[in-house]
């Protein structure tokens, strides 16, 4: 992953066609200017992966339990708008999040197209363990695709969030993962690892970006092949993103897939998914709806919207390969399913209408 050049101050912004003709559609798309005034080629992605989140971190934070036939209906209509990725559920305690108590149940009846990777999000060895007797009573089965393909970890980079999340210190949460890692690829599992607070901490402040560096590492070393970053309550900021994750690019290695995870707390997720793709970031987790955020900082809102991501986008030139009104579609149902108003710009405002 390059680092990106360095930045001149900030530089004004044109559209192609406003020059006093009147541009096409296609040529409405704004492009960063030289101080002289010519516009420069983007060195941002031609095109990124987005990994869908709100059927675990949506459904998990919400008061009440939706229905499984719900789930499964939504997760459905999910994978038929061009996503690629979906996080699904959660081999959790049911006495701790009840809302995803039907694990298996919703895996063994969603229908998702094979080329759509199904992840589950795995707390420690019993969720594990949950996970692959799963597989193996499918295996059993002789049943169609294998009913998930990936695992995510989790930990957090401050002390007091991932004690207050998980009860364990930084170090016991990563020799425990560093076991379900290994267990996890043993078994063809593809392995994601996420470290949550990862630009700052509700409790603590300030995280180092070497520590969060150093767990990286760590989970890399135990057989993680992607390693999500996570501004779980939303305290990031676009400058120190992007310097992020041009460090975290040179340190961690080509080979391992850096995502952007961010929340929308203070209204700055979006800014801060522009200033990790300067940084060459291309993979990137949001949820429908804005569904989701993190249940153990009070205050804490919901993951930037998918909708709004790709709208975003898309309007760029990046493709992402997703249907924007089909996955509108979903963040209108899944808002008819709660009964109330989500915080999806995108949904309120409707795709961008150029009129040609």
């Known amino acids: 992953m390059a680092s990106p050049k360095p930045s001149a101050p900030d530089a004004p912004m044109t559209a192609t066609g406003s020059g006093g003709d009147e541009g096409t559609a296609a040529e409405y798309r704004l492009l960063p200017m030289r101080l002289d005034g010519s516009a420069t080629a983007s060195e941002q992605p031609r095109a990124v992966r987005i990994r869908e989140v709100g059927p675990r971190d949506g459904f998990q934070n919400e008061p ?10 939504l997760i459905d209509a999910l994978a038929r708008t061009g996503l690629r990725r979906l996080e699904v559920t959660s081999f959790v305690r049911p006495d701790v999040i009840p809302q995803l108590a039907d694990a298996a149940e919703v895996l063994a009846r969603i229908d998702v197209p094979a080329d759509v990777g199904v992840s589950v999000l795995v707390p420690n060895e019993r969720g594990l363990d949950a996970a692959l007797r799963l597989l193996e009573g ?3 089965t002789g049943a169609g695709r294998p009913a998930f393909d990936e695992v995510n970890v989790f930990l957090s980079a401050s002390e007091t969030h991932n004690r207050k999340n998980v009860n364990r210190s930084v170090a016991e949460s990563l020799a425990g993962l560093e076991v379900v890692l290994g267990r996890a690829r043993e078994a063809g599992l593809r392995c994601e690892g996420v470290i949550s607070t990862s630009f700052g901490c509700p409790y603590e402040g300030r ?5 969060v560096l150093e767990i990286a590492a760590s989970l890399r070393d135990a057989g993680a092949q992607e390693i999500g970053f996570g501004d779980t309550t939303g305290m990031a900021n676009p400058r120190q993103v992007r310097e992020f994750f041009a460090t975290a690019g040179a340190a961690l290695g080509a080979g391992l897939e850096l995502t952007a995870h961010f929340h929308n707390t ?8 522009l200033a990790a793709l300067e940084a060459g970031v291309e993979s990137f987790e949001s949820s429908f709806g804005e569904l989701g955020g993190c249940p153990v900082p009070p205050g ?10 790709v709208s975003m986008l898309e ?28 915080g999806s710009h995108t949904l ?3 795709p961008v209408d150029w009129r040609s």
């Open 64 to 73: 009440d339990v939706i229905p499984t036939g719900r789930k499964v209906e």
């Open 138 to 140: 499918q295996a059993d």
């Open 207 to 211: 995280v180092a970006p070497e520590r």
């Open 266 to 273: 203070r209204g700055q997720g979006l800014a801060n998914v």
């Open 300 to 309: 804490a809102t919901g993951n930037i919207a998918t909708e709004d991501l």
């Open 315 to 342: 309007q760029m030139g990046i493709d992402t390969g997703i249907d924007l009104d089909a996955l509108l579609a979903c963040a209108r149902r899944v808002q008819e399913i709660l009964g109330r108003p989500l």
């Open 348 to 350: 309120v405002a409707g």
